[in-house]
């Protein structure tokens, strides 16, 4: 088995090659153009057609669709790829889920892809996995391991989460960053070891990297905050009528000023802002049960693919009417309390302004998407240090 040229066919200025498998709607190619590194996207591969759509709108290029157990070694080799972007289905290792792990039909092809390495002629030098917390403890974890240490590839393992890189939303993640010797890791004291704090990535090729960053495990002191990454500006009974509603983009130009502005009642996407209200019938029902930020607070949680479409643990939902510090407590009803926007949970996952979705995507699908992607924040600053060469 031989290895890709990571010098590009011995000229170094020429980009490093990427395969992006399970690409959905761009997140990893965000992370790694955030990343700043010499490399290029040579082919994506999903199968999710809606995703596709939205992938094809922002890149111009349209994920390979076909079912990725179909691949050969030969079909790979081709690609002559330097690294490999993995980001497999979550469903088999959620604590919501079955936990069936491998024993799921969707960690089949992950595993068919790890069992491909060994048989191909050019095998990447490097690889990147992202998956949910609980992974690291799976059998499939343990497989990909195996065939990683029989393949000559050094691991280093981390569990971050967006709190650690300054965002106020708590979505813990597992990462494996793994190299083919004889590359080598920047600090390679934490080779074989599942970190929890971001703190190798502070000094990386020469770069702060970690400027800003929390090396704590679930920590929002340095985090901005939520009102930084609204579209809508809320209600606050002590400001003036006339500055009573405006667009976030004038609270936040810093994070998010030459992006789309919207008005009082009609987000960038085009959506009113009565379509994000939450139902009555729902505060009464759930009301207990649901988690409930104001603008001002430095954490929120998970989204996942189903919010909006439920409101008990898919999601923080957001207090739109803050009163004065000399008003009693408002009940829930009185609160206005709404969904974060598309735009805004984009925004919580770091994605740049430029991002958007194709008109024929619909609300419920732009969020069960983005439920799906990652975080920007989170995922740059590692593929940084993966790439980074030992000073």
Not at 15 to 31: K, N
Not at 254 to 270: A, I, M, Q, V, Y
Not at 304 to 310: A, V
Not at 314 to 335: F, I, N, V
Request: glycine share 6%.
């Amino acid at each position: 088995m031989e290895t890709a040229d990571i010098n590009g066919g011995g000229n170094r200025d020429e980009p490093l090659r990427v395969l992006e498998f399970y690409s959905g709607i761009g997140g990893m190619r965000y992370s790694m153009m955030e990343a700043g590194v010499n490399a290029v996207v040579v082919e994506a591969f999903e199968i999710n057609d809606t995703a596709n759509d939205v992938y094809q709108f922002n890149f111009g290029h349209r994920p390979y669709q076909g079912n990725i157990q179909s691949l050969t070694a030969g079909d790979l080799d081709k690609y002559e790829a330097h690294a490999w972007f993995l980001s497999p289905p979550c469903q088999p290792y959620t604590r919501q889920g079955l936990q069936k792990d491998s024993g799921d039909a969707r960690a089949s092809s992950f595993l068919s892809i790890l069992e491909l390495i060994p048989q191909l002629s050019l095998a990447p030098l490097m690889l990147f996995v992202e998956n949910v917390v609980g992974f690291e403890t799976s059998d499939t974890h343990c497989k990909m391991i195996e065939v990683l240490k029989r393949t000559g590839f050094i691991t280093q393992e981390f569990i971050l989460t967006p709190l650690q890189f300054g965002a106020p939303y708590s979505r813990p993640r597992y990462f494996c960053l793994a190299k083919r010797k004889p590359l080598s890791f920047s600090i390679p004291q934490h080779d074989h070891k599942l970190l929890e704090s971001p703190y190798p990535l502070f000094n990386c090729g020469g770069k702060n990297v970690g400027s800003g960053l929390d090396q704590s495990w679930e920590t929002n002191g340095s985090c901005k905050p939520i009102e930084s990454f609204l579209e809508f500006k809320y209600f606050n009974e002590n400001v003036e009528e006339e500055t009573r509603i405006k667009s976030a983009a004038d609270i936040s130009s810093d994070e998010f000023g030459e992006s789309k502005r919207c008005n009082h009642t009609t987000g960038s996407d085009g959506f009113t802002r009565d379509q994000y209200i939450v139902p009555l019938a729902l505060i009464d029902r759930w009301g207990t049960a649901m988690d409930i930020v104001s603008p001002h607070a430095k954490r929120c949680c998970c989204f996942t693919k189903s919010y909006y479409r439920y409101v008990k643990g898919t999601g923080s939902l957001l207090a739109d009417k803050q009163p004065s510090p000399m008003e009693k407590a408002q009940s829930l009803k009185e609160q206005q309390l709404r969904y974060f926007t598309p735009r805004e949970v984009a925004n919580l996952h770091s994605f740049p302004k430029e991002f958007n979705f194709p008109e024929s995507v619909s609300l419920r699908q732009r969020y069960a998407l983005l439920g799906n992607s990652l975080s920007i924040a989170v995922v740059a600053p590692l593929i940084r240090y993966l790439f980074a060469e030992p000073s």
